[in-house]
């Protein structure tokens, strides 16, 4: 009886790592996640019913209810996800926050640094070669949707971005890919390596999944996304660090939809600083889901794709998978 409890329990338990085996872990993500997001939508909605006097017109002083609220519920989805993160690293992973990819030393703030200047740089080359090609037209110069402030947009929309960037890379890349291919590793043909790949094209396919129901959304542009998943995990899993896709998803992001009025992933931000109009062939400009979906953006995300292995190689002298993405740091050899 004894034996057939133990195996049981080790379907379940890694008693070498001392903590869930990566399945269970993975389960977890999601509840704890769901738990600690109601618990701060409450937080959120009260503190939303006392905008005219509370803490959101300190925030956000001189816009609208309706930005106000966007904005926030962006930041306070960030806070869900590193809320979510902490406890997941305490309880569940028993390992250090930090673990998920924010080693904020010195080489961790240039990565992120090379990560934002590449995600501006490629969608300003895409915008001058459709441009160049006339495949846009240029309609206007910061403009802004009928009642808004082009400055308070602009502001509001890179505090938008940075919630998205920090969310949906702490939570896909860094918490369920590390987990992903730590529980792969040495499981069957799976080598440390092939695990990492792996966990970059499953969060990759998880990440296209998550935006198909993006206004305007296709086959084309869901697998597009799932392309750009792989980019953005790129150089998470050769450094082992979000510097570089925090830094490229806000940009890209950012530039694409504020600094060049194309949608962003479906939708328009409301407010451009060059206001732009797409003529191109929808198979090369995206169309109304935005760049993503369009072969230039593919070109964009393959050429970006490069110049990250290109930066590794650089900075790190060589180029190869990192092993801090299977290798986790657990706390409790800290006491040992």
């Known amino acids: 009886m004894s034996s057939f409890l133990d195996r049981t329990l080790g379907l379940v338990w890694n008693r070498e790592e001392r903590r869930p085996r990566a399945p269970v872990r993975l389960v977890a993500v999601a509840l704890v996640f769901l738990l600690v997001g109601q618990a701060i939508s409450a937080v959120f909605a009260a503190l939303s019913d006392q905008y005219q006097g509370g803490v959101f017109s300190l925030l956000f002083a001189g816009t609208t209810l309706d930005v106000a609220i966007q904005t926030g519920s962006t930041l306070f989805g960030a806070l869900t996800a590193v809320i979510s993160a902490v406890v997941l690293a305490l309880v569940v992973d028993r390992r250090r926050f930090s673990d998920y990819g924010f080693r904020l030393d010195r080489a961790w703030w240039r990565d992120f640094g090379f990560g934002a200047g590449l995600g501006v740089g490629l969608m300003t080359l895409l915008f001058l070669v459709s441009l160049g090609a006339g495949w846009l037209r240029v309609t206007g110069f910061g403009v802004a949707s009928e009642g808004f402030s082009p400055g308070v947009l602009v502001v509001s929309y890179l505090l938008t971005f940075a919630g998205v960037s920090l969310s949906e890379e702490l939570l896909v890349r860094g918490v369920i890919l590390t987990n992903i291919a ?121 050429l970006g794709t490069g110049l990250i292995a290109w930066w590794v190689w650089r900075t790190r002298g060589g180029l190869a998978l990192s092993p801090m993405v299977w290798t986790p740091e657990f706390r409790w050899r800290d006491a040992e």
Do not use: C, D, K
């Open 182 to 302: 730590e529980g792969a590793a040495g499981v069957g043909p799976f080598s440390e390596r092939a695990g990492s790949v792996l966990a970059v094209a499953l969060t990759s396919l998880l990440f296209g999944v998550l935006h198909a129901g993006n206004p305007n959304a296709t086959v084309v542009s869901t697998a597009s996304i799932a392309l750009a998943g792989v980019f953005l995990a790129a150089g998470y899993a050769l450094t082992g660090e979000l510097a570089v896709p925090l830094g490229l998803h806000l940009t890209w992001n950012y530039a694409q939809g504020v600094m060049y009025g194309f949608p962003v992933s479906g939708t328009r931000v409301g407010v451009a600083i060059i206001e732009t109009e797409l003529t191109g062939p929808t198979l090369l400009t995206g169309g109304r889901f935005g760049p993503e979906a369009g072969l230039l953006g593919v070109a964009a995300v393959l």
